[in-house]
């Protein structure tokens, strides 16, 4: 079992950075791939980057290949996604999510924090 708590969403302007955080519970954090999906009004939700379980691999959607930077630290059982360049299109929720990468790139997870808003202004 995991439990996932996701923080450092906010408003920020266009071009503007944001680091989220996702919190981990639960003795086998360093065994999981974690990821960070999205979800905007009217949309579903939408993979964005995953990592696996020792940081050697990273997937990256396109819509955010370039922009975006996912990373863990097992240490603090946390994982990170680091967000540049924003844009208005950015605003949804955030989301941190576990489970196998072939998984989450198809869209699932096996394990759901509850989410954070993140607000790009123009």
């Known amino acids: 079992q995991v439990q996932l708590v996701e923080s450092g969403g906010g408003l920020v302007q266009a071009g503007g950075s944001l680091r989220l955080s996702c919190a981990a519970s639960?003795?086998?954090?360093?065994?999981?791939?974690m990821g960070w999906f999205r979800q905007a009004p009217g949309k579903e939700r939408e993979f964005l980057a995953a990592i696996s379980w020792s940081g050697g691999n990273t997937y990256y959607a396109d819509s955010v290949k370039g922009r975006f930077t996912i990373s863990r630290d097992n240490a603090k059982k946390t994982v990170y996604l680091q967000m540049n360049s924003l844009k208005p299109e950015d605003t949804a929720v955030y989301y941190c999510?576990?489970?196998?990468?072939?998984?989450?790139?198809?869209?699932?997870?096996?394990?759901w924090g509850q989410g954070t808003q993140v607000t790009v202004s123009s």
């Open positions: 999510a576990a489970a196998p990468i072939a998984t989450m790139v198809r869209g699932e997870a096996d394990y």
């Open positions: 639960g003795r086998t954090f360093s065994s999981y791939d």
